[in-house]
């Protein structure tokens, strides 16, 4: 860890450290009760509302994209990626700061016990429960004692937002005293919602305050409309306007490692979905295959369950038979318990799908086909094989890499400065001509205090996508200030004329804050690179 820069350590009593003379160290009983301790000092002295956010999955995308509603309009902060456990949460509030006005954080949990530290250390006002599913059941006696566990987060907070479907956490919720605000189709719900699958996404409609609404998202899939929803609903119970929540759902995008659509070499779909294996995951995957409105045959990839028995094997059967799923490959030995059935093939392991599709490329064409099971086994290599062209060109960048030269190019620069001096990224040009959105999320991820981007265009790109840390932006023009002081922007200023025209545009804004700049001086170059 010294070696890659980090200079202050929270360690047990009984540890060993070096004399480093640059570094601080901490000795202590419980150096995790120590770490939660600071950072729930830090939350408290930044004080801002906290949503917290938990659940079996969806945690993750439902922050993120409630941050791209809320940061529309105030100074919200998220946690970065999934900073959800004993270490990540402290970790995440690490990055606090007094100005946010609203922080949307986290919390994951695995064992008993582990929920009640955690919401001592976020202590939220306000919450959220994406879904309830079979994630680390095996660490529990029984369904209700996890669900009991993951409601602790909530004990204090004055309402939460519930998906449909979740009648007894809905029912221990409003034991509690919480206010509780669900959606769902049926009338009992706040935000009542159908919704419509075509080509191109789904159509949503949608009652609020006994007003109706039009809205769409630019996804199929049955969990991203449900995480989509309970970020709606929570941005609607914040108070946002129904119109302008519609209007965000559109900029919505599934992150990477959910479900993924893509065209096979035949021209039809392969859903990717590596992201939550469990059955509950299963079965809404099996359904956004049958979805598919393009006609075609539906065939699915499975692999195996965690914590499956005997019984699990017939309830894949079941799920496949009410999907209307038409060809079957289950990959692993525990599903081999199953009588073979037409359309069914069994596979010990990844390997094997991929010599038979190596073998016969055209097993599965004509057909959609639904790839999913647990990420050690590299499902991804079977989506790989199924959607080559064989005339495709790549470009793969390399994010191990760039955080290997991040963490060297940080410690020489921490080595060399007497200050507190750290980097900022540049990413203009959508990232070199890359994805600049997964590049500011490892240098957000990183803790990089700010990235750089050339126009205004580009940094609200980057708002849209739920990007929180301070940006840049090199060369803003008059013309789009309004823009830029509505995303939390930070324009170069090069000339006076400029300095006037953002200082107007503040005043219109009715921003009194002083509002960061960058000063850009002419050093002789007469240049603005």
């Known amino acids: 860890a010294y070696a890659e820069g980090a200079r202050y350590f929270i360690v047990s009593e009984d540890a060993s450290i070096p004399d480093w003379e640059d570094a601080d160290v901490v000795y202590t009983a419980d150096p995790l009760e120590s770490w939660q301790s600071l950072a729930r000092h830090w939350r408290d002295a930044c004080d801002p509302p906290v949503i917290a956010i938990t659940g079996s999955n969806g945690k993750t995308t439902v922050k993120e994209w409630l941050i791209q509603l809320l940061s529309k309009h105030i100074d919200a902060y998220g946690s970065p990626r999934s900073f959800n456990s004993q270490v990540g949460v402290p970790l995440a509030l690490g990055a606090l700061q007094p100005q946010h006005e609203c922080a949307v954080i986290e919390a994951g ?31 529990f006696s029984s369904p209700s004692d996890l669900r009991a566990e993951k409601l602790k987060l909530f004990a204090h907070c004055q309402w939460v ?41 789904r159509t949503i409609e949608a009652v609020w305050n006994q007003n109706r609404y039009v809205w ?19 941005a609607l119970v914040w108070g946002m306007d129904p119109l302008e929540v519609g209007k965000s759902l559109l900029e919505f995008q599934n992150l990477d490692h959910r479900m993924q659509r893509i065209r096979k070499s035949d021209g039809l779909w392969v859903l990717s979905d590596a992201y939550t294996n469990d059955w509950d995951a299963l079965q809404l995957a099996l359904l956004d295959l049958n979805r598919i ?21 017939h309830r894949l059967m079941t799920l496949v038979e009410a999907a209307g799923t038409d060809l079957v490959w289950a990959v692993g030995s525990e ?15 990844t390997e094997d799908v991929l010599t038979a599709l190596k073998a016969d490329p055209r097993a599965l064409d004509g057909a959609h086909v639904l790839v999913k099971g647990p990420r050690l086994e590299r499902f991804e290599r079977v989506v790989s094989l199924l959607s080559e062209t064989g005339n495709a060109t790549r470009l793969v960048v390399d994010l191990e890499a760039l955080t290997h030269n991040l963490r060297t190019l940080r410690t020489q620069v921490r080595n060399r400065c007497k200050t507190q001096a750290d980097l900022i990224a540049v990413i203009k040009a959508s990232g070199y001509g890359t994805n600049a959105t997964a590049l500011a999320r490892v240098f957000e991820f990183h803790r ?34 309004p823009a830029l002081i509505a995303n939390r922007l930070e324009p170069t200023i090069h000339t006076t ?16 804050a002083p509002w960061p700049i960058h000063l850009k001086i002419d050093s002789g170059m007469h240049r603005l690179g």
């Open 109 to 139: 949990i695995s064992e008993p016990g582990e929920m009640e530290r955690l919401e001592q250390c976020i202590r939220p006002r306000y919450g959220v429960l994406t879904h309830l599913g079979d994630a680390h059941a095996e660490n």
């Open 161 to 201: 937002v519930v998906p449909e479907g979740l009648h007894q956490a809905r029912k221990s919720l409003e034991l509690m005293g919480v206010t509780v605000h669900t959606w769902g189709a049926g009338a009992e719900h706040a935000l009542k919602v159908n919704s419509f699958v075509h080509v191109n996404g």
């Open 216 to 234: 769409s998202v630019q996804f199929t899939d049955e969990i991203g409309f449900r995480n989509a929803m309970t970020a709606a609903l929570t």
């Open 293 to 313: 409105p393009e006609p075609a045959k539906k065939a699915a990839i499975v692999g195996p369950i965690p914590g499956m028995d005997a019984r699990d094997a």
């Open 335 to 349: 599903w081999k318990k199953l009588q073979p059935q037409t359309g069914w093939r069994f596979f010990d392991q």
């Open 448 to 481: 990089i205090p700010i990235v750089a981007v050339a126009c205004t265009e580009e940094g609200i790109a980057l708002r849209k996508h739920g990007i929180t840390l301070r940006i840049l932006v090199l060369n803003p023009t008059t013309p789009t200030l």
């Open 497 to 512: 004329q400029q300095f006037d025209a953002l200082c107007q545009a503040l005043r219109e804004a009715n921003k009194d």
